[in-house]
């Protein structure tokens, strides 16, 4: 697979995991100078003292089968077959919280006000269908809220960026753009492909699709600008997008790249 850095207008960070057990590492003491070691009453040799143990494990099992796991806050996130799990990390308090029957979710994103929970196809992996594609968690007051089908009307399969009011969820060939204290979806987007991955930032989203580039979707006119083999890309296949600071990362695959 082939990766390439973009120098766009960006500034953001995103990190993914795959997560079946958490090791949280407690730090006790730790001292970049050591104590001088104390001499015997007999002579002038020292004493020699075990060292101590600065760094203390603490396994906590969360999942068995986790799909996806995020840090957010004090609490560890978990998703897998049987729903999702919450855990705190200094309470070690656990909830779960029951997904419907035959809903399958194995991503998570969030910002500082919510979380996100949702199924993103992975390449090689089977498509689903899920009656509620989408779940939120409000991390204000601790709701879940339910996206079906028939609501967001875009497929199973997404991928979602959300700064906290506003959500840009894509599927298939469209983006949804949803309000999130109205819990209204303010606009679809048709894209030229399908997509399967979206980063943005305060002014824009990008999103990667599998045969059509990527679409940069500016927040404050809505207006797509369209990056391909045009703009210099090896291929319009997008296997994955990050941003790091001030670049776009861009990873492509497929027929005519690297996989």
């Keep these: 697979m082939q990766i390439n850095a973009i120098l766009l207008k960006s500034s953001t960070k995103l990190m993914s995991s795959m997560m079946a057990f958490f090791i949280i590492l407690l730090l006790v003491s730790c001292s970049s100078e050591k104590a001088a070691l104390p001499t015997s009453p007999s002579s002038e040799e020292p004493i020699l003292a075990a060292e101590p143990d600065f760094l203390k494990m603490n396994i906590q099992k969360i999942s068995s089968d986790a799909a996806d796991g995020k840090l957010i806050g004090e609490n560890i996130w978990s998703v897998d077959e049987h729903g999702i799990t919450s855990f705190h990390m200094t309470t070690h ?19 500082k006000s919510q979380i996100w929970f ?34 967001l009307g875009i497929g199973s399969n997404l991928a979602v960026h959300s700064d906290g009011t506003t959500a840009w969820i894509v599927s298939e060939n469209t983006a949804a753009v949803l309000d999130v204290q109205s819990n209204t979806i303010k606009s679809n987007k048709k894209l030229g492909s399908n997509a399967r991955s979206i980063v943005g930032n305060d002014r824009f989203v990008w999103i990667g699709t599998l045969q059509d580039g990527v679409h940069e979707l500016d927040k404050a006119t809505g207006q797509i600008t369209v990056y391909n083999e045009q703009s210099g890309f090896k291929n319009n296949f997008i296997s994955n997008l990050l941003l790091s600071g001030q670049y776009l990362v861009v990873s492509w695959g497929g027929e005519g790249g690297d996989a």
């Design 93 to 111: 308090e656990k909830r779960t919280y029951a997904t419907e029957p035959g809903n399958y979710y194995n991503s998570i994103a969030y910002d």
């Design 118 to 151: 949702y199924y993103n196809q992975l390449f090689g992996s089977s498509e689903v269908n899920n009656e509620v594609p989408l779940l939120r968690y409000d991390r204000k007051d601790g709701t879940l809220h339910r996206y079906t089908d028939d609501f």
